[in-house]
């Protein structure tokens, strides 16, 4: 496997082109400003107000989607993925040019065929695996994250180094970037997102909570026993993978994590991981999701809105209130 690094990129394919970002949210804001940062000449898109003004403040001119369309050589589609593809048939369709750069940071709409560029544009992918916050300021302080970039159309015969050159902006190859497919990308995402990083971890929290609260504990005992220290082992884990987080506790926990974890991952949760896998690749959860959101979310706000009532959220936000240094946040309604 080929990782691509700072020496192997160079931002010279980008140099003469402008790079308009549509979308100023979590990947947008990162993307546009060090792209700028590194150089290259960068337009913003953002019809949320307050987004186009966070990139007003931040020096930016802010054009219509279409206009920034029209102009751009290199367009870079950040706007969620549930409106894409409206998106792509009515502002940026009608704009390109042969010759034309799409890029994406997730293969989403293109690997489910809700965007179907024309045959003159290269396609191409530059995935940064970390949200945009942090990408930016690990950039700032001269770091960066690993990206994943993938190639789905070579029109112009350089779309690898256009990808590298873009990765390289916004400073991917600082850490390293991995050749890989939207295809792959699109479905290890998914499933990562579902299985383990969100559903699955989030699931976990609030089983254990409960358990904990149920047999008569204080909650926040509990909340600080099965949310707060999440951050303390992952960063380990982060760190230096799971042998790593096992040698930096304690052999009690250590021996409980070896002899109960299988317990709590059984062989039936391995089954379930393999049934959402399937409905990914068989592209069942994105015919749900697109569904979803033609039909105004019924299922996505009813189930957001019961998990916002769980009582470890409303604990939480009184102990993360006790701790300054941690900048809580709260999500108002």
Same mark, same amino acid.
């Given at each position: 496997?080929?990782i ?41 898109a953002?019809?949320?107000?307050r ?5 007003q ?13 029209k ?23 009608? $704009? ?43 950039f ?13 159309? $070579? /029109? ?21 970037v ?33 358990t904990?609260?149920?047999?008569? /504990?204080?909650?926040?005992?509990a ?23 096992r /040698? ?5 926990a ?10 709590i ?27 979803? $959101? ?6 996505? $706000? ?16 009184k ?15």
């Amino acid at each position: 496997m080929k990782i691509y690094y700072d020496k192997d990129a160079s931002l010279a394919p980008l140099k003469k082109k402008k790079i308009a970002v549509l979308g100023y949210g979590s990947q947008g804001h990162a993307h546009a400003l060090n792209l700028r940062d590194s150089g290259l000449n960068v337009v913003v898109a953002e019809p949320a107000p307050r987004a186009k003004k966070a990139a007003q403040k931040e020096g930016f001119k802010v054009l219509s989607t279409p206009e920034a369309a029209k102009q751009a050589d290199l367009i870079s589609i950040l706007l969620p993925d549930h409106i894409q593809e409206e998106v792509y048939k009515k502002e940026i369709l009608p $704009n390109l040019k042969k010759g034309n750069v799409l890029l994406f940071a997730h293969g989403f709409t293109i690997h489910f065929g809700q965007i179907k560029p024309p045959k003159d544009v290269d396609v191409i992918m530059v995935a940064p695996k970390a949200p945009g916050h942090i990408e930016r300021r690990l950039f700032t302080e001269g770091k960066g994250i690993p990206c994943l970039l993938a190639v789905e159309r $070579n /029109y112009s015969g350089k779309a690898k180094q256009l990808a590298l050159a873009y990765a390289k902006g916004i400073g991917g190859t600082r850490a390293g970037v991995i050749e890989t497919t939207f295809r792959d990308e699109t479905e290890t995402d998914l499933f990562g997102e579902q299985s383990v990083l969100c559903g699955g971890l989030s699931e976990l929290i609030r089983a254990g909570f409960d358990t904990l609260v149920e047999a008569g /504990y204080k909650p926040e005992l509990a909340y600080f026993e099965c949310l707060h220290e999440v951050k303390l082992i992952t960063d380990l884990i982060n760190e230096g993978g799971i042998t790593w987080m096992r /040698y930096s506790i304690s052999d009690t926990a250590e021996y409980g994590d070896l002899t109960r974890g299988r317990r709590i991952i059984t062989g039936e949760t391995r089954r379930e991981m393999k049934k959402i896998l399937s409905e990914i690749q068989s592209g069942d959860f994105a015919k749900e999701w697109i569904m979803e $959101n033609r039909v105004s979310r019924p299922k996505f $706000n009813a189930l957001a809105k019961r998990d916002r009532q769980h009582p470890i959220e409303k604990v939480g936000l009184k102990l993360r209130r006790m701790m300054p240094w941690l900048e809580a946040k709260e999500l108002k309604d």
